[in-house]
């Protein structure tokens, strides 16, 4: 499985942006999907999840209400629509896959651990 992350650029604040993630495989109806990012010298962080059934939606509190994450299993593509963009959102942006699965803990889709495989990110600027 491969994913390539796009649509990252340089936005002032109260912007936005279309973040793009695509998966190579046709098995993309099995998979998790979630954003993460990294700011320097900080941990990679959880952004949004969407389950494989698009029925499960999970936000970072950071960016509830202002971030959209959906996918288009048509296409096999993930996408994160961003709104009201704010400096404290600069990061590289990384999309995540993981196989569904069972697990037997609460909000394991926030942890980096959980996911089988990784884009190389986008990065994404703030100015204020």
Not at 36 to 59: K, M, S
Not at 69 to 89: F, G, H, T, V, W
Request: aromatic share 14%.
């Amino acid at each position: 499985v491969q994913l390539q992350a796009s649509g990252g650029g340089l936005v002032q604040a109260g912007g936005s942006l279309r973040l793009a993630c695509t998966f190579s495989e046709r098995t993309f109806t099995t998979y998790a999907m979630a954003w993460f990012r990294q700011a320097p010298g900080n941990d990679r962080e959880f952004v949004a999840y969407i389950g494989d059934d698009d029925t499960y939606l999970r936000y970072a509190d950071s960016v509830k209400g202002r971030f959209l994450i959906s996918r288009d299993s048509a296409n096999n593509k993930l996408d994160l629509q961003m709104y009201n963009l704010k400096p404290e959102d600069t990061a590289r942006y990384y999309c995540a896959a993981t196989r569904s699965r069972s697990r037997s803990h609460t909000n394991w889709y926030r942890l980096p651990v959980e996911y089988d495989y990784w884009g190389q990110g986008t990065q994404v600027t703030v100015s204020s």
